[in-house]
Structure formats: C-alpha cells, structure tokens
C-alpha cells in the first residue's frame, strides 16, 4: 500500500520561505514519477512541480519557475518542495502525488494514483 504524508505547511509573509517535505512508503521509490500539486479555495487542482525519482530531471510550471525547487532524497523516500519568495497568491493547499509511469511535463491530476493528504500554505501580504 502506497502513503504520502505532507509536512512543513505554514502562514508566511510574502516574500518568505518554506519547505514542504512528503515523506513517501510503500513501494520502489525510485522507478516513480512525483509531483506537487496545489489547490485554492473555488479553484482546480494546479500542478507545480514534477520530478523523475530515478533521473532527478524537474519540470515547473511557469507560475512557479524560478522561485520553487522540487527535489528527492532517495536515502530517505522523501520528496521536498523549497519554495522561495512566496507570494499571497502562493496560499493553497499542496498536495504530493505519486504515479508508476513516466510524467510528460506536470500532468493532469487524474493520472495520479496516490495522494497524500495535504498540507496547507498560507501568504499573507
């Protein structure tokens, strides 16, 4: 049985940092695609950020690029989001996500199996 579990969700300042760490079990890490995905209140699931485990190579979306820096610690199964000058419109919910298959820049969500369970982020200005 495949669990992520969030963490290191906050209220910031804009303009501040955070990291945000899933901490993954369950299965061979390393042959996975992982991502980061974010909710608002009233709006879609965005993705924000996707890794390939075994390669490392990282795609972000634009909103994001150059602020946020998706990573892995293999040792550990953990998958990290550091995320640098935040914005208010940054505050959502994030999410990891998990799939058994190659990810072609960030995905839609629905191709993702496993979830964890969120974690919130908050910006204020």
């Known amino acids: 049985q495949v669990q992520l579990v969030e963490s290191g969700g906050a209220s910031v300042q804009a303009g501040g940092s955070l990291r945000l760490s899933c901490a993954a079990s369950?299965?061979?890490?390393?042959?996975?695609?992982m991502a980061w995905f974010r909710q608002a209140p009233g709006k879609e699931r965005e993705g924000v950020a996707r890794?390939?485990?075994?390669?490392?190579?990282?795609y972000y979306a634009d909103s994001v690029k150059g602020r946020f820096t998706i990573s892995r610690d293999n040792a550990k199964n953990t998958l990290y989001l550091q995320m640098n000058s935040l914005k208010p419109e940054d505050t959502a919910m994030y999410y990891c996500?998990?799939?058994?298959?190659?990810?072609?820049?960030?995905?839609?969500?629905?191709?993702?199996?496993?979830w964890g369970q969120g974690t919130q982020v908050t910006v204020s200005s």
């Open positions: 890794i390939h485990i075994g390669s490392g190579s990282t």
């Open positions: 996500a998990a799939r058994t298959d190659y990810c072609v820049h960030i995905p839609p969500s629905y191709v993702f199996a496993y």
């Open positions: 369950g299965y061979t890490y390393s042959r996975y695609c």
